[in-house]
């Protein structure tokens, strides 16, 4: 009988990429709710180097970073792969993959923090990167071609969980005129029901969201756009 | 297979071309090589390959174009499977992209703020690097390579970037050795490898290197 655990959070994008990965291998598994700001000591043995979740154990060994963790779940479990066999496509997968988490979520994040003319460059920069990717999405209904493969697991944060936070903030950086193709598949994407099942409600993600290990200012600044936000509506 | 097949865009210091070069030479796999001019003027050809960093290294394949050097070593493996660069079983093979995607987030960057910096931050940035290697000190353990008995992918992702030690060493004034004896000691058995030390530059031009950079940076 395989043991598969999962130390995560329930409304972490990195977690519920693995969740995502483990539902479409139809692999059964524990999930263990660790809170970022009391992290468990089985935690902490697991990932000694960056104490993070999410860890995923199999058969009590630990694996962390979730772009390792999908790479381990889709040699492991063939069913529903996620990555292409041919190893030039696997390349550019990993590429597109890596150019998500490196370069898109910095870039978007920071669009939650600037006002006024710091807005605009945060949002023309990231408008920069988003275009590479609304470019690779031509003719696809995902970046895995017809089905959800790595870079669509690992760009939930695009799908979900910015767009939710861009529309409490009243933002404009990614919408349905600006990258169409990207909203198209940020709506294929969030109705998927390999997904939504793993996606936590708006208002839940909009009251914890920023974390406060991030630092009181960031949430006290993000808590007053949101009041001017809803102000302004 | 004809050496026309396989290209390298490539920049003699550069720690990531080094990987790629390396791969290819435990795999004996022939290829050309053509040097890029990073401070004059970047290539059509790379320009083109590679659009959205421009950076070396990009590996060509019949004219396919690959980046990002951890991405190139692990289709190197795939391409040409043997010798093996990555272990065997899934499990060791994530704990083998586990450290190549720590050394890619934390190590290079940390000896930037070495020479990038003076003071205490130069003092932050060393501490930070040593803590780096004890990681990697960690991940060893007693083995001889992070893959064990054999030299494999985390040995060639980590390797070259020690040829810049030499200069974070001389403008931060510490040594790793001291500091690391381990890590100092997986230095040596992987130097001692022909396809890393016909690869790798001498690390006292990478100093000189270094030193122009800082003088372009306008730190001294």
Same mark, same amino acid.
């Given at each position: 009988?395989?043991?598969?655990?999962?130390?995560?959070?329930?409304?972490?994008?990195?977690?519920?990429?693995?969740?995502?990965?483990?539902?479409?291998?139809?692999?059964?598994?524990?999930?263990?709710?660790?809170?970022?700001?009391?992290?468990?000591? /089985?935690?902490?043995?697991?990932?000694?180097?960056?104490?993070?979740?999410?860890?995923?154990?199999?058969?009590?060994?630990?694996?962390?970073?979730?772009?390792?963790?999908?790479?381990?779940?889709?040699?492991?479990?063939?069913?529903? @792969?996620?990555?292409?066999?041919? @190893?030039?496509?696997?390349?550019?997968?990993?590429?597109?993959? *890596?150019?998500?988490?490196?370069?898109?979520?910095?870039?978007?994040?920071?669009?939650?923090?600037?006002?006024?003319? /710091?807005?605009?460059?945060?949002?023309?920069?990231?408008?920069?990167?988003?275009?590479?990717?609304?470019?690779?999405? /031509?003719?696809?209904?995902?970046?895995?071609?017809?089905?959800?493969?790595?870079?669509?697991?690992?760009?939930?944060?695009?799908?979900?969980?910015?767009?939710?936070? /861009?529309?409490?903030?009243?933002?404009?950086?990614?919408?349905?005129?600006?990258?169409?193709?990207?909203?198209?598949?940020?709506? *294929?994407?969030?109705?998927?029901?390999?997904?939504?099942?793993?996606?936590?409600?708006?208002?839940?993600?909009?009251?914890?969201?920023? @974390? @406060?290990?991030?630092?009181?200012?960031?949430?006290?600044?993000?808590?007053?756009?949101?009041?001017?936000?809803?102000?302004?509506? | 297979?004809?050496?026309?097949?396989?290209?390298?865009?490539?920049?003699?210091?550069?720690?990531?071309?080094?990987?790629?070069?390396?791969?290819?030479?435990?795999?004996?796999?022939?290829?050309?090589?053509?040097?890029?001019?990073?401070?004059?003027?970047?290539?059509?050809?790379?320009?083109?390959?590679?659009?959205?960093?421009?950076?070396?290294?990009?590996?060509?394949?019949?004219?396919?174009?690959? =980046?990002?050097?951890?991405?190139?070593?692990?289709?190197?493996?795939?391409?040409?499977?043997? %010798?093996?660069?990555?272990?065997?079983?899934?499990?060791?093979?994530?704990?083998?992209?586990?450290?190549?995607?720590?050394?890619?987030?934390?190590?290079?960057?940390?000896?930037?703020?070495?020479?990038?910096?003076?003071?205490?931050?130069?003092?932050?940035?060393?501490?930070?690097?040593?803590?780096?290697?004890?990681?990697?000190?960690?991940?060893?353990?007693?083995?001889?390579?992070?893959?064990?008995?054999?030299?494999?992918?985390?040995?060639?992702?980590?390797?070259?970037?020690?040829?810049?030690?030499?200069?974070?060493?001389?403008?931060?004034?510490?040594?790793?050795?001291?500091? =690391?004896?381990?890590?100092?000691?997986?230095?040596?058995? =992987?130097?001692?490898?022909?396809?890393?030390?016909?690869?790798? %530059?001498?690390?006292?031009?990478?100093?000189?290197?270094?030193?122009?950079?800082?003088?372009?940076?306008?730190?001294?």
């Amino acid at each position: 009988m395989e043991e598969v655990k999962l130390f995560g959070h329930p409304a972490s994008p990195f977690s519920c990429r693995v969740e995502i990965a483990l539902k479409l291998k139809g692999v059964h598994y524990d999930f263990i709710a660790e809170d970022p700001s009391n992290k468990s000591p /089985q935690l902490l043995q697991y990932n000694p180097v960056h104490k993070k979740i999410p860890v995923l154990l199999h058969n009590g060994k630990p694996i962390a970073e979730s772009l390792v963790i999908l790479e381990y779940i889709d040699e492991v479990w063939k069913t529903n @792969p996620i990555l292409p066999q041919n @190893p030039h496509e696997k390349a550019k997968a990993r590429f597109w993959a *890596n150019y998500v988490e490196e370069k898109c979520l910095p870039a978007l994040f920071k669009t939650f923090w600037s006002v006024g003319e /710091q807005y605009d460059k945060d949002k023309a920069e990231a408008g920069e990167v988003l275009k590479f990717l609304e470019d690779e999405l /031509q003719g696809k209904k995902f970046f895995g071609g017809d089905s959800i493969g790595l870079v669509d697991i690992v760009a939930n944060f695009m799908a979900f969980w910015f767009r939710t936070i /861009q529309e409490a903030l009243g933002l404009d950086v990614l919408t349905k005129d600006n990258f169409p193709k990207l909203w198209e598949w940020a709506e *294929n994407y969030v109705n998927c029901s390999d997904i939504n099942q793993f996606l936590p409600p708006k208002d839940k993600l909009i009251a914890i969201f920023p @974390p @406060p290990y991030m630092g009181q200012h960031l949430v006290a600044f993000f808590q007053s756009r949101l009041a001017a936000a809803a102000a302004a509506k | 297979m004809a050496k026309e097949d396989v290209l390298l865009l490539d920049f003699w210091v550069s720690p990531f071309c080094s990987r790629v070069k390396i791969a290819l030479a435990e795999k004996g796999v022939a290829y050309q090589q053509r040097g890029e001019d990073i401070f004059g003027g970047k290539s059509e050809l790379l320009l083109k390959s590679n659009p959205i960093y421009q950076k070396v290294p990009v590996l060509l394949h019949d004219g396919k174009p690959m =980046c990002e050097s951890t991405n190139i070593v692990h289709y190197i493996d795939e391409t040409w499977p043997s %010798p093996p660069l990555l272990p065997a079983s899934a499990y060791d093979r994530a704990r083998a992209r586990f450290w190549a995607d720590f050394i890619d987030k934390k190590l290079f960057d940390a000896g930037g703020n070495i020479w990038k910096t003076k003071g205490e931050d130069q003092a932050a940035a060393k501490k930070e690097l040593i803590q780096i290697l004890k990681y990697l000190e960690g991940g060893l353990g007693d083995k001889d390579y992070f893959g064990g008995d054999s030299f494999g992918f985390v040995d060639i992702i980590a390797i070259p970037l020690t040829t810049w030690f030499f200069a974070y060493e001389k403008f931060g004034n510490f040594n790793v050795e001291e500091e =690391c004896p381990k890590f100092a000691a997986w230095t040596k058995r =992987c130097l001692g490898r022909e396809s890393v030390a016909k690869t790798l %530059p001498d690390p006292q031009q990478v100093l000189e290197f270094v030193s122009m950079m800082r003088k372009m940076h306008g730190i001294e």
